[in-house]
């Protein structure tokens, strides 16, 4: 068993599309990242790797037709090695988000089960895209109560009125902040999912122009100002919480929503003219990297730029390991 093998088997290309769900959703809770948004990440990776092996080992017999190159098929990784890495990853994957609160363990409680449902029940379901996409909307939600539910930390000279105020909870409507956020990620993920099941044999012209249809209408639903969303003059803001979207934020919106675009269309789009296998796979691939971008958009709709950015930092990386382990 050897580095790339285990590489391609947990297709570590595809893991700088996680730690923005985290980062997407403190912003969309209205809470700066911290501590426990850390702990969230780490728990989300180790829970995203857990379904990358299971993923391989519940379909074994099926790459062993349609993909022989891949670790398990090719005898490079024993399917009990591949079993007991998702069990470790996922028991890891628990363990970190019980460190940020019982809160976040519950929702990662619910992203793993729901993982494991997928890789071997849902799958090969009708029931897949929804299982799926799920999945990266409950991911960030995880970041959402991580984050909210970590005590802000109270200066030093603080009295202890403040200091009481500092360390009070945030108020409930943090997380339910955070729901439209994990609407639009998952939206996008159903569609790059139900293009998935495609990529092996190709031939369908209609997923990949219904992914481009949502794409679109996701790009225009994330561009699109709420109301009250533009910080007004002299407003104050709580301890630890991220402010409303600026004009410039607006701008900054608007240019992370045509990577977006930019990054999941045009291999949409070459997929829905020519239905083939390797074009299938790289609208897949495609669809998978432009949740970056999406995140980023996510994270400065919120009015965290700085966020947005540090998202958009990890486009580089992912792109130039998808060169050498494909993220599908």
Not at 183 to 195: C, F, G, I
Request: charged share 15%.
């Amino acid at each position: 068993m050897t580095a790339r093998a285990w590489a391609e088997l947990l297709r570590i290309s595809a893991l700088f599309t996680v730690p923005g769900d985290a980062l997407a959703g403190a912003a969309a809770a209205g809470r700066r990242p911290n501590r426990s948004t850390a702990l969230a990440a780490g728990a989300s990776l180790c829970l995203y790797e857990a379904g990358m092996a299971l993923n391989d080992w519940a379909d074994r017999e099926e790459d062993a037709v349609d993909r022989p190159h891949r670790p398990i098929p090719s005898g490079r990784i024993t399917p009990r090695a591949a079993l007991t890495a998702a069990g470790a990853l996922t028991a890891a994957g628990l363990a970190l988000a019980a460190r940020a609160g019982r809160p976040a363990l519950t929702v990662a409680t619910g992203l793993a089960a729901t993982v494991w449902a997928y890789d071997l029940r849902l799958k090969h379901t009708p029931a897949g895209p929804a299982a799926m996409a799920a999945a990266r909307g409950l991911d960030l939600l995880l970041g959402a109560t991580a984050t909210a539910t970590a005590p802000a930390t109270a200066p030093a000279k603080a009295s202890a009125a403040a200091a009481a105020t500092a360390l009070a909870p945030p108020p409930r409507s943090a997380v339910p902040a955070a729901l439209p956020a994990a609407a639009l990620l998952t939206a996008h993920t159903y569609a790059v999912t139900a293009v998935s099941r495609h990529e092996a044999q190709g031939g369908s012209t209609t997923a990949p122009l219904a992914a481009l249809t949502a794409v679109a209408a996701l790009g225009g639903a994330v561009v699109r100002e709420r109301p009250g969303e533009t910080a007004r003059a002299g407003e104050t803001k709580r301890a630890g919480e991220v402010k409303r979207a600026t004009a410039p934020a607006r701008l900054l919106v608007t240019a992370l929503t045509g990577a977006y675009l930019r990054t999941a269309g045009r291999p949409l789009a070459h997929a829905a003219l020519n239905p083939s296998p390797p074009l299938t796979q790289r609208a897949v691939g495609g669809g998978i990297r432009a949740m970056i971008p999406l995140q980023a958009a996510l994270a400065a709709r919120a009015g965290a730029s700085g966020t947005a950015l540090a998202v958009m930092g990890l486009v580089p990386l992912a792109r130039s390991l998808s060169r050498k382990v494909s993220p599908t």
